[in-house]
């Protein structure tokens, strides 16, 4: 093959990556010194990032030599006067590579209505100080001051822009990433903080414990108010996480569980009755009733086995209709009342509850 066939194939791989990707690109291609990915591709495809939760494109993984700044931060000719980035805000900075507005774009806000479709329920980003259930002592709502405009929450309360002292890597359920054409899931941290909203407290762990350091009220142990069950360390000293959590093998009447992380399995979303041997002695986690808009699956009419609808994400943020959940936008923004897997736009319909709690079975 010819030198000019060569640079044919060259340009029409990368005009592929570009199609797939997200509209913003982090790195300068030219000067970039991040290693053999320091490319579009250490953002949008999967390359050291995959599965190590080391790497976070433009968001970790410094060096002395680093051009990573320069992909946020102009030191002379910055369009705003805010900490040399380019937009106004932290959430107008985030939006412009993080928007989902745009037809292609893979946005974490945006994409609902990009797809033509509501929200229900989202966190109100630069809208708010109101944080539901937030008050430790009453279970209603607090006032919180966030790093926001008129300290309202923004994306730096829950996320490190520079990837510092984050919750252990998880396997979320977030498909973005494309390798010529193909999606992937990776294990990352998703940036999340150890302290979300500056708690006193760290949280090394995604799970219940991660959503109670602002939600405090929505603990199970309140004394003024009654909450549903939830798994957490005011419950029992080695509480389930996202990680960590008994799943329902899939298949039609499965009464087994095994242990294995929430993401990309609905079988976590279902608990037969009487409890599996890893369930027994658990309640749900948070993200077990609060996650993106889904079809789980059903118990069956005695509650001892469930069928669990597979897990199916074909496309990235919503693009094709069909995909099982259709959305992975928690916990910016979903289809649904409250955040809950399964709900209406607004409200939640029985069942959501019967996920757990079979007719038979209710007193």
């Known amino acids: 093959m010819g030198a000019r066939s060569l640079r044919t194939v060259f340009f029409l791989i990368a005009v592929a990556i570009l199609a797939f990707a997200s509209p913003a690109y982090a790195f300068d291609e030219t000067t970039s010194t991040a290693g053999d990915w320091a490319t579009c591709g250490e953002c949008h495809l999967p390359g050291a990032m995959a599965g190590t939760g ?11 030599t680093t051009h990573a700044c320069e992909a946020c931060h102009t030191l002379h000719d910055a369009p705003t006067d805010f ?82 002292n984050c919750v252990a890597p ?24 150890q302290r979300p909203g500056n708690a006193t407290t760290a949280t090394p762990t995604y799970g219940s414990d991660w959503c109670l350091t602002c939600h405090q009220g929505r603990a199970s142990t309140l004394s003024a108010t009654h909450n ?17 959590v008994a799943r329902l093998v899939t298949g039609a009447n499965a009464t087994t569980t095994t242990l294995g992380p929430l993401g990309a399995n609905n079988g976590g979303y279902l608990m037969p009755f009487p409890r599996t041997p890893q369930q027994a002695g658990h309640a749900p986690i948070c993200q077990q009733c609060h996650e993106d808009a889904r079809n789980v699956g059903s118990l069956s009419a005695t509650g001892n086995a469930g069928t669990v609808s597979p897990y199916l994400v074909t496309s990235a943020d919503g693009r094709v209709a069909s995909d099982n959940p259709r959305f992975q936008n928690f916990p910016h923004e979903t289809t649904s009342y409250r955040m809950l897997v399964e709900a209406t736009a607004t409200a939640y319909y029985d069942d959501l509850c019967l996920n757990c709690h079979p007719v038979q079975q209710l007193p």
Not at 55 to 64: F, I, L, M, S
Not at 177 to 192: A, D, K, P, V
Not at 230 to 238: D, G, K, R, Y
Request: net charge positive; with cysteine.
């Open 170 to 193: 998880f396997y979320g359920e977030r498909q973005r990433s494309y390798r010529w054409g193909i999606m992937t899931l990776q294990t990352q941290n998703r940036l999340l903080k």
């Open 54 to 64: 080391t790497r976070w494109g433009p968001h970790g993984g410094y060096t002395a």
């Open 83 to 164: 900490n040399l980035l380019p937009g106004e805000t932290i959430y107008a900075t985030c939006m412009t590579c993080h928007d989902g507005t745009s037809t292609i774009g893979e946005g974490v806000y945006g994409a609902i209505a990009g797809r033509g479709l509501n929200v229900a329920s989202r966190h109100g980003i630069e809208t708010t100080t109101v944080i539901p259930g937030g008050s430790a002592s009453t279970g209603g709502s607090s006032v919180g001051t966030f790093a926001g405009p008129g300290g309202k929450l923004t994306c730096s309360d829950c996320h490190s822009p520079h990837g510092n």
């Open 228 to 244: 549903h069950p939830a798994e957490s360390l005011a419950t029992t000293t080695t509480p389930f996480t996202y990680n960590n």
